[in-house]
């Protein structure tokens, strides 16, 4: 794997990460990519959310921060596990195993959050789904922007 593949594949993780964060309620961590309920708000706003679809988004999204928080501690022990490969100068096969534990657990957590946007979508109105189109495209250009100066 070169540097450029394993930089874009981590901007990919973080927009994942960041994603859960669209309508989860609770966790704050000093703003930024932990204040859920902040972006919640701002999605929620920007959409022009009606306050049944409000309720709808926590039904579909409200489970991931709890999701998010095992989910976080299990990526960062298969972390430690492949550096700590790396570091001691493991074989191949024993950096492959402990990148593919850890790549299957961002599998996991991306398939989650993409399964819970396919039903967010479901709820909104034609408009609506305009208007997140239109985010995520300004979302995807900022993440490629990022990956441009790395």
Same mark, same amino acid.
């Given at each position: 794997?070169?540097?450029?593949?394993?930089?874009?594949?981590a901007?990919?993780? =973080?927009? %994942?990460?960041?994603?859960?964060?669209l309508?989860a309620?609770?966790?704050?961590?000093?703003?930024?990519?932990?204040?859920f309920?902040?972006r919640?708000n701002?999605?929620?706003?920007?959409?022009?959310?009606?306050? +049944?679809?409000k +309720?709808?988004a *926590?039904e579909?999204?409200?489970?991931?921060?709890? @999701?998010?928080?095992?989910?976080?501690g299990?990526?960062? /022990?298969a972390?430690?596990?492949? @550096?700590?490969?790396?570091k001691s100068?493991a /074989?191949?096969?024993e950096? @492959?195993?402990?990148? =593919? +534990?850890?790549?299957a657990l961002h599998?996991?957590h991306? %398939?989650?959050m993409a399964?819970?946007f396919? *039903?967010?979508?479901t709820?909104?109105?034609p408009?609506?789904? @305009?208007? %997140?189109e239109?985010?995520r495209?300004q979302m *995807?250009e900022?993440v490629?922007?990022m990956?441009?100066?790395?």
């Amino acid at each position: 794997m070169n540097r450029r593949f394993v930089t874009r594949m981590a901007a990919v993780v =973080a927009v %994942a990460l960041g994603a859960v964060g669209l309508m989860a309620q609770g966790v704050r961590q000093h703003g930024g990519m932990f204040d859920f309920e902040g972006r919640a708000n701002f999605i929620a706003g920007y959409l022009g959310l009606t306050d +049944a679809q409000k +309720a709808q988004a *926590k039904e579909i999204f409200g489970p991931a921060k709890a @999701e998010f928080e095992q989910g976080r501690g299990q990526v960062q /022990s298969a972390r430690e596990a492949l @550096e700590k490969a790396v570091k001691s100068n493991a /074989s191949d096969v024993e950096i @492959e195993r402990a990148a =593919a +534990a850890l790549g299957a657990l961002h599998t996991q957590h991306v %398939a989650s959050m993409a399964k819970r946007f396919a *039903k967010f979508y479901t709820i909104l109105t034609p408009e609506q789904k @305009e208007k %997140a189109e239109a985010l995520r495209a300004q979302m *995807k250009e900022r993440v490629q922007g990022m990956i441009g100066r790395l």
